[in-house]
């Protein structure tokens, strides 16, 4: 979602509602779904200051935009949900870097979490004194920001072709 965002230049409850619908997510994974994106997306400038910092020698607008969002993600939890143990999200972050990004993205997202994890108070981590619940970040209701536009069907064509959106018609079928 927040790739989509991002390079899609979308409204994140666009993309939130989208995603959730296409993905069928209810309940708790839909919620802590929107809790990350919704959480992201408010420290955003925080997050990518930190992670900035961490990256030498390598201009931060220029990592691979799936790992940039991965390390927000994680970057999120480690700062901003105390009761997510730190192996969870570096190994979660590193597994999705694997997946989707470049064969070298996983030790690089590694690397760069592990330099932030130093830093952070779950440096120390001790899963008996972790809160039982993780904080509440407010989640959008993902219906109620669902931004529509009017394109015509040569955009909605463009769109289609790179993914991602759900072009729907007025006109009847």
Known sequence: ?????????ISVGAALAATLEAAELEG??????????????????????????LIL???YDRVA?????????????????P???????????????KKYSTAESG???????????LGTPKADWNPASAPAEAEEVGAPDPAAEVEV??????????LLKVGGWTVRSKEPK
């Open 1 to 9: 979602m927040l790739y989509e965002v991002e390079v899609g230049h």
């Open 28 to 53: 708790e994974l839909a919620e802590f779904s929107s809790v990350l994106v919704q959480g992201v997306t408010e420290n955003r400038d925080e997050l990518d200051s930190r992670l900035s910092k």
């Open 57 to 59: 020698e390598y201009a």
């Open 65 to 81: 935009a799936v790992d940039r969002n991965v390390m927000r993600i994680a970057a999120f939890e480690l700062i901003h949900l």
């Open 83 to 97: 009761a997510v143990p730190p192996a969870v999200i570096l190994n979660e972050a590193v597994e999705i870097a």
């Open 107 to 117: 030790k690089f997202v590694n690397g760069v979490l592990g330099k932030l994890l």
């Open 149 to 158: 536009i009017e394109i015509d069907a040569d955009e909605a064509e463009k």
